[in-house]
């Protein structure tokens, strides 16, 4: 198998152009990730994933961020209209882990039909009274076992689904009081209190795939958690995480310098792959060829995920939906 980009690509519009096909052929992406822009009917995501797919050579996972609620990239007519997490956890009240379970089976089936592969979740950030409104409603509880339980029922949602989940934000995003598209939060407790935010992410260290938080942890080291060796060390020995782990968008703004300087630092620090979501091409262009091979141990990483891929187990969707009604 030819070595993958270290790098999970996002496109401009809703057909990969020409500059795009070569780039894509040339830096061989390990997978790339749509966004709204990219949408428009069923035929035409199936031929986007087909053409983003065909310029790699390898069946590069496409994810997209399907939360529900505010963060889901497919809307109605073309997928559910999902409740926030917060609000479908809360409504299922000691049923949210069958709930949540059942509405992520019911996401990796509309995702399946459209060629999509891989979503970015579950979230397994613990909620705090000072977490920031832009992921409140997305977490899933404020009790750390509570959010790995319901993390692994969502898990289980996708996979069983035939769909790839991608754990974030590692090692937890909970106690940020900014939102780090905009401004690089710091969290300033003692490493010990940070134990309850790490437990979910150690409860589901089997996960095939990760995404970092733009987040400092004081206690640990002064640099965000995505730029971090200590921090990506933590994440690899302590919490145990086997996985290959990317990058939160390397364009959001809580990271400093260029996107082609943060990319090299977040590879230098143990990241495997950098998620570049949004920018111009001549940014894209950047962080694929500043992102570079991936590494032996990347590659491995990347590798076992793609064998972790799987069909869709059979199951009556409509009698899902109706459960899912009932909570």
Request: overall charge negative; some cysteine; proline content about 5%.
């Amino acid at each position: 198998m030819s070595r993958f980009g270290a790098v999970i690509s996002g496109c401009e519009g809703l057909r990969v152009t020409a500059e795009e096909k070569a780039l894509f052929r040339d830096t061989k992406p390990f997978g790339f990730i749509l966004f709204a822009r990219n949408i428009e009917s069923a035929d035409q995501v199936r031929a986007l994933c087909d053409d983003l797919r065909d310029c790699v050579a390898h069946d590069a996972p496409i994810t997209i961020d399907q939360e529900g609620g505010r963060v889901q990239r497919l809307r109605a007519p073309l997928a559910t209209e999902w409740l926030p997490p917060l609000d479908q956890v809360t409504q299922a009240g000691v049923h949210a882990a069958r709930a949540m379970y059942v509405r992520y089976r019911l996401i990796a089936h509309e995702l399946r039909s459209l060629g999509i592969d891989s979503d970015c979740a579950p979230m397994l950030d613990v909620a705090r009274p000072e977490t920031h409104k832009f992921l409140k409603n997305r977490c899933y509880s404020d009790d750390s076992q509570a959010v790995a339980e319901i993390g692994r029922a969502v898990a289980n949602g996708l996979m069983d689904g035939g769909v790839l989940p991608i754990v974030k934000h590692m090692p937890g995003h909970g106690r940020a009081f900014v939102d780090s598209h905009l401004d690089l939060p710091r969290v300033t407790v003692e490493r010990a209190e940070l134990e309850a935010d790490f437990a979910p992410f150690r409860a589901l260290n089997d996960l095939p795939m990760g995404m970092t938080a733009h987040i400092v942890f004081d206690a640990i080291h002064d640099a965000p958690a995505t730029t971090s060796a200590r921090v990506m060390q933590m994440i690899r020995e302590d919490i145990g995480f086997g996985g290959l782990i990317m990058t939160d968008d390397i364009g959001m703004e809580a990271l400093s310098g260029t996107v082609a300087e943060r990319s090299r630092a977040s590879l230098a620090a143990g990241c495997d792959a950098v998620l570049h979501c949004n920018g111009s091409f001549a940014a894209r262009q950047a962080v694929a060829e500043a992102s570079g091979e991936m590494t032996d141990a990347a590659q491995a990483r990347a590798e076992a995920v793609l064998q972790m891929t799987r069909a869709p187990q059979p199951v009556d969707i409509e009698a899902l939906a109706e459960e899912l009604k009932a909570f």
